[in-house]
């Protein structure tokens, strides 16, 4: 009895833990529940877990696919998502997917792991910070796309991930901490690039790799088949072709680690593998369509309500616009560069706003808004629509007439500038590129 009271006790005690473990939860756009943490002074949000990690009643909260929003708005604040928490999906057996939006910087330590059911990992070019073990003993993991912003594959970061086939680390990637891809036993290949300068003890150990790929010109030590903290497995120094880059065989075979390897060749290529190109936006019958002409390419692709609202009050003003990021990566490619674009829509002519039995009536046409280098591109817009383009600050800085539901505007806003497009009587805000 005594027994049973001080574990009620202890129970009790552990509410207030509970309690206090998120800041807030909100409901993203498909009803999935999830939980926040204010950071960087209140201003941004970070997605966390329902209750303390030491506990897996409240650790498998999230399931299915989770759609993480790039804002939230809370208390009539509206704040930017720009970090995944420290263990924030531990454990989530039956989570199959998450989107990551583009706000995303940072990926905390062990913030998916042992997620079993996860199968694909789309990490976007703005998170530039991935945690030791973050995606570890994701067991069925089989495809990781990785951002050409992060700079580091931090320690255990894949570690267990033994559905995976094949990883190409990008450019901007400097080093591969320890333990990085530990026990990925499916891989049959890895691309390193040129950019890297150190690979940690047991990156690849207990992974036996037929094809290992180097762009590295200049090859630093790694640590050798014989230690116990190998950098690749026996086996794979053993048995695996190491392909390197036209012209450097020598030094390779002359480096310590890598001239462990029993087969290497020159591969002919170079050490700066050929970038994608960028893809083409277009829409057409409520359909978005992404282009690339690199074949085989694969269009990783990010889309923002920026219409989402709460608040309170007698009115609200509805604009009905996506902001929309693409970028096309392929293995052995570089990633391409990030085409973007505004889809919004337009009173149409003749205008027939109203209410009839409970359901607005309202013809609109959708424009799709690009930029490039300087020029905006408007199109779908009837023609003889007048399209121009202001500053922040209400200065105009060009305006021209749809021709062939197309308008095009060259301007002098600097990229990374906000421009003010105005398509009839509509005004939409874009970043210029």
Do not use: H
């Not at 023609?383 to 505007?409: E, F, H, M, P, W």
Request: hydrophobic content about 35%.
């Amino acid at each position: 009895m005594i027994m049973k009271k001080q574990l009620l006790f202890f129970v009790l005690m552990l509410l207030p833990l509970v309690a206090s473990a998120y800041d807030f939860s909100a409901k993203n756009a498909d009803g999935v529940t999830i939980f926040y943490n204010f950071i960087n002074d209140d201003k941004e949000l970070e997605v966390t877990d329902y209750g303390p990690t030491i506990s897996s009643i409240y650790s498998r909260v999230y399931k299915g696919n989770v759609v993480i929003p790039e804002e939230v708005t809370y208390m009539n604040r509206t704040r930017k998502v720009t970090s995944i928490g420290y263990y924030a999906f531990y454990d989530c057996d039956d989570l199959t997917s998450v989107t990551i939006p583009n706000s995303v910087t940072s990926i905390g330590s062990c913030a998916f792991m042992s997620c079993y059911d996860l199968t694909s990992v789309i990490i976007p070019n703005s998170v530039t910070s991935i945690g030791s073990g973050a995606f570890s003993d994701c067991a069925r993991l089989t495809s990781i796309t990785i951002s050409n912003s992060v700079t580091s594959i931090s320690s255990s970061a894949f570690e267990g991930c033994y559905s995976i086939t094949s990883v190409t680390i990008p450019n901007s990637v400097t080093s591969i901490e320890k333990r990085a891809f530990y026990r990925c036993s499916g891989l049959t290949s890895i691309t390193i690039p040129n950019s890297v300068t150190s690979i940690g003890s047991s990156a690849f150990e207990r992974c036996d790799i037929p094809t290992v790929i180097s762009l590295i010109e200049n090859p630093f030590t790694i640590i050798g088949k014989t230690s116990d903290t190998r950098t690749f497995s026996k086996n794979t120094f053993i048995n695996a072709t190491l392909y390197v880059p036209k012209g450097t065989i020598d030094k390779y075979k002359g480096t310590d680690g890598w001239k462990d390897f029993v087969f290497i060749e020159e591969s002919g290529t170079s050490s700066t593998p050929e970038k994608c190109e960028k893809p083409t936006i277009s829409y057409s019958n409520g359909k978005l369509t992404f282009t690339s002409s690199i074949e085989g390419a694969i269009c990783i692709y990010s889309i923002a309500d920026s219409d989402i609202k709460s608040g309170s009050g007698s009115e609200v003003q509805l604009g009905v616009t996506y902001n929309i990021s693409v970028y096309a990566t392929k293995s052995g490619y570089e990633n391409s560069e990030t085409a973007t674009a505004t889809l919004c829509w337009i009173d149409a002519t003749p205008q027939t706003e109203g209410i009839t039995d409970g359901v607005a009536q309202i013809a609109a046409r959708p424009v799709l808004v690009k930029t490039d280098n300087g020029f905006i591109t408007v199109e779908g817009a009837d023609d003889r629509t007048n399209v121009s383009v202001y500053t922040t600050d209400g200065k105009q800085v060009g305006s021209t007439i749809s021709q062939n539901n197309i308008a095009t505007i060259a301007t002098s806003i600097q990229p990374g500038s906000i421009a003010i497009v105005k398509v009839g009587e509509k005004r939409v805000k874009v970043v210029m590129r």
